[in-house]
């Protein structure tokens, strides 16, 4: 599985977008990316994954470049619930159930 | 709402005692994992199973078994408890298809004396 880039923290207000950046230069054809948060004292909890084409449900936007070697999620109104530590992951999706979780980006929502 | 459950929050053991992790899942998951979390090292897998009776190592078993005798329970087992087996430890589910996601416990952190 591909290996992630995340800034370690990120500070964002209250009601803005926040735009979490990920980097999987190495991304093969067949893996996709994920998101997951962590909010503190809880498990992580899943938001989103996509392949080549963006993505949005009713949590968050996935943007992937066309070249794949980058991922942005999109919070689009922050608010203080969602501070947490976000993770990025790359995998494929068979012969594996294998998550290699990293140490992802502590955002923090500002009121 | 889908449910992973684990039987303490909180637990204190001693060096040398066995301890279990106890994990139930009550969306009829195939496949189940166990984790340990640590500052600075993220996420780490121990062991996971894709069916009852079934287990396969992750990247840190040493230390550890596991149990899978239906399919909604699996069980993490430190036979003798050491100190730098003080952690977190989650548990999560999923359906078999590898797309789908993983359903997380809320975590138990273990310390050990």
């Known amino acids: 599985d591909a290996k992630t880039t995340q800034p370690t923290s990120m500070d964002c207000a209250e009601g803005r977008a926040a735009n979490l950046p990920c980097n999987h230069s190495?991304?093969?054809?067949?893996?996709?990316v994920y998101w997951y948060r962590q909010i503190h004292s809880q498990g992580p909890q899943y938001i989103i994954h996509?392949?080549?084409n963006n993505e949005t449900n009713e949590m968050a936007s996935l943007i992937i470049t066309e070249d794949r070697k980058s991922s942005t999620l999109i919070l689009p109104h922050a608010t203080l619930r969602d501070t947490a530590v976000y993770y990025c992951?790359?995998?494929?999706?068979?012969?594996?159930?294998?998550?290699?979780f990293g140490t992802g980006t502590r955002l923090k929502v500002l009121a | 709402d889908v449910k992973v459950t684990q039987s303490s929050r909180y637990l204190v053991k001693r060096t040398g005692e066995k301890v279990f992790l106890e994990c139930v899942q009550d969306?009829?998951?195939?496949?189940m994992f166990w984790y340990r979390q640590d500052p600075g090292l993220g996420l780490r897998l121990i062991y996971f199973s894709y069916d009852v009776k079934m287990k396969e190592k992750g990247d840190i078993p040493e230390g550890y078994s596991v149990s899978r005798e239906k399919k909604e329970r699996f069980s993490l087992i430190l036979e003798s408890a050491s100190t730098n087996q003080t952690s977190m430890y989650l548990c999560?589910?999923?359906?078999?298809?590898?797309?789908?996601?993983?359903?997380f416990g809320p975590g138990t952190r273990l310390t050990v004396l």
């Open positions: 996509g392949l080549k």
């Open positions: 969306m009829d998951h195939e496949n």
């Open positions: 992951i790359v995998r494929v999706t068979s012969g594996t159930y294998k998550y290699i």
């Open positions: 190495t991304i093969s054809g067949n893996e996709y």
């Open positions: 999560a589910s999923s359906r078999p298809q590898g797309r789908d996601e993983q359903f």
